[in-house]
């Protein structure tokens, strides 16, 4: 199955990423996952981010723009992945990051600052005001029209192409009639409208299920995420017809807050790189593979798939929440 459009992206992913059966954990878990190695998608632009920022980048280049700004967390997966793409790309990379600078980065902020961005500390408070603060920043350049904003993980109409084009991607690697549910992390939207958006395009009957890694509720994902999807499929003229019903999120994973690690997600990373050799992050991948785990079970699933979105790098901040391991 082809769509023209899907394949106006920039290019910068190594695709298709593999799918792998989980073996031991499979038979340890008593139903069988297949895993979809989307950490495997680049290096240092790797996870489930270049996907989306493959067509954010195109249009970006098609528009003239010549600096790209974007915000996150002081950890964020997605500006990091921004960063590097800017820099393999030519373009400026600006970041407004939730947190307070420090001496000694680590993790995805270590690597913001051997890129050499241009970064703009902003507290909670004004994280809430991101999207303004970021116009604001355009507006005052002297040529806003060269200054390309990407919203928080590139979850718009255009990123969420990206996810699309991965479920076609996994429809051809995959008998997806034959698996229960598709499982992934959920935390700006734009992932899980993606794989909505290719699994009504694909036809395919498979659910898809999102692990909510926030604070915020899942009638608020689901909100976020049905106009992402409305909004894409207008702006490409696409015939998909959505449900609210048909978006399935659930809010019992996240734990005390969103970055905060939990038990069961440490234990979580430590089992599967020990017996698969694979390696999760703390903040959206391991409460996603037990969710998937927990959902799994409950409903009696015999064939699941985990989408690996990748964020290792983010482990290397947390290495205190390991200490018992060793």
Partial sequence: MTYDFLSKKIGSALLPTPVKKLERISEESGFNITIKRDDLTKFLSGGNKIRKLEYLF?????????????CGGIQSNHCRATAVMAREFGFKPVLFLRGEDTSDPEGNLLIDKLLDCEIHWITSEQYKQREAIMDEYKQSSDIPESVYLIPEGGSN?????????????????????????????????????????????????????????????SSEFVERIYDIIRSSAEMYNLDINVSKNDIHIYDDFVGEAYAVPTEDGIKNIVNLVRKEGI?????????????MLEI????????????????????FA??????EYF
């Fill in 58 to 70: 195109y249009d970006a280049k098609k528009k003239n723009a010549s600096t790209v700004v974007t």
């Fill in 296 to 315: 799994s079970r409950s409903e009696k699933y015999e064939n699941s798939i985990f989408i690996h979105t990748g964020g290792a790098f983010a482990n």
């Fill in 318 to 323: 947390y290495s205190n929440f390991y200490r």
């Fill in 157 to 217: 109409a255009v990123g969420a192409l990206g996810y699309m084009n991965q479920f076609v991607e996994l429809s051809e690697q995959i008998d997806l009639d034959s698996c229960n549910a598709v499982f992934s992390a959920a935390g700006s939207g734009g992932t899980m409208a993606g794989l909505i958006m290719g699994k009504i395009l694909t036809g395919k009957k498979v659910k898809i299920v999102g692990i909510n890694v926030t604070k915020d509720a």
């Fill in 279 to 291: 390696l999760l992050d703390p903040v959206y991948t391991s409460k996603a593979f037990t969710g």
